[in-house]
C-alpha cells in the first residue's frame, strides 16, 4: 500500500456535486461516483469524514431574498436539506459495503445521531465514515464553515473541497478558455485576493488551526488516491 501523507480527511461536497449536470436534486451517477471515491479512501486506511451542502436542494440566502421567508428560517430550511443529502449518500456508501454514521448538529434522533466531537472521534477510529449534516446549527454560516470547523474539532489532517474544476484559477475556466490554475496558495493570499474559494471565516479558520486545503475534481475517478498519497492535484492552500 503506498504511504499515506494524510490519515484523517475532512471531504466537502457540495450540494451541485450530488446533482450531476442536473440543477436540481440527486443524480444516481453523481452520488456514486462520490460515494466510490469516499470508499476508496477508506480503503487506503484513511479516516474518512464528510460534510454535504445541500445548494442542489434549497440555498437559505437566496430563498430568503426571492420571498418574505426570514433569513434564519431559510438556512434553518437549508440545514434540513443537507440531513436530505446526507442521509442517501449514507445508503449508498453502505451498498458498497462501507459503514457509515450520519451525525447532525440539528437533533434528528430517528434518523440520526447528533454531532458529538468524541463520538464522532470513535467513529473513526472504528473504521466508519461519518457524514456530518446539519451545519454548524446555526443560521448566517455557510456549509464551508461547517467544514472548516468540523475539521478542526476533529482534528482532520486536511480538508478536500470538492469542486467540478481541477482546482483553483485566476479566473473562470467555464467562461474563460485562458484561465489559469494555481498549483498553490497561501491562506492569507486566498483572503487578501478574496478568490472565493470558501468564505472568509472558513479560510480564518484553517489557516489558524494549521489544517492545509486541497480544491480538486472529484468527480475524476482515482483523484482521491492521488491527493492523500501526496501527488500534486488540484490547488493546494496552505500557510
Request: proline share 3%.
Amino acid at each position: 500500500m503506498a504511504e499515506l501523507k494524510y490519515k484523517r480527511v475532512l471531504l466537502k461536497i457540495s450540494g451541485e456535486g450530488l446533482s450531476g449536470t442536473g440543477a436540481f436534486g440527486i443524480s444516481g451517477n453523481a452520488i456514486n461516483i462520490l460515494a466510490d471515491q469516499i470508499l476508496e479512501l477508506s480503503n487506503l486506511g484513511v479516516q474518512p469524514a464528510v460534510v454535504v451542502g445541500a445548494g442542489n436542494l434549497l440555498r437559505g440566502e437566496t430563498l430568503s431574498n426571492q420571498t418574505s421567508i426570514h433569513r434564519a428560517t431559510a438556512d434553518q430550511m437549508g440545514m434540513l436539506a443537507t440531513v436530505i443529502n446526507s442521509l442517501a449518500l449514507q445508503d449508498v456508501l453502505e451498498s458498497k459495503g462501507l459503514s457509515t454514521r450520519v451525525m447532525s448538529a440539528l437533533e434528528m434522533n430517528s434518523v440520526c445521531e447528533p454531532f458529538i466531537r468524541r463520538r464522532a472521534q470513535k467513529h473513526l477510529e472504528d473504521g466508519r465514515a461519518i457524514i456530518l449534516a446539519g451545519g454548524t446549527g446555526n443560521p448566517f454560516f455557510t456549509t464551508d464553515t461547517c467544514a472548516s470547523l468540523r475539521a478542526a474539532e476533529i482534528c482532520a489532517d486536511v480538508l478536500i473541497k470538492a469542486t467540478k474544476v481541477d482546482g483553483v484559477y485566476n479566473a473562470d475556466p467555464v467562461k474563460d478558455p485562458t484561465a489559469t490554475m494555481y498549483k498553490k496558495l497561501s491562506f492569507d493570499e486566498v483572503i487578501r485576493d478574496n478568490l472565493k474559494v470558501m468564505d472568509q471565516t472558513a479560510m480564518t479558520m484553517c489557516r489558524d488551526n494549521d489544517i492545509d486545503v486541497i480544491v480538486c475534481n472529484l468527480m475524476k475517478p482515482g483523484t482521491v488516491s492521488k491527493v492523500i498519497t501526496g501527488y500534486s492535484v488540484g490547488t493546494l492552500i496552505t500557510k
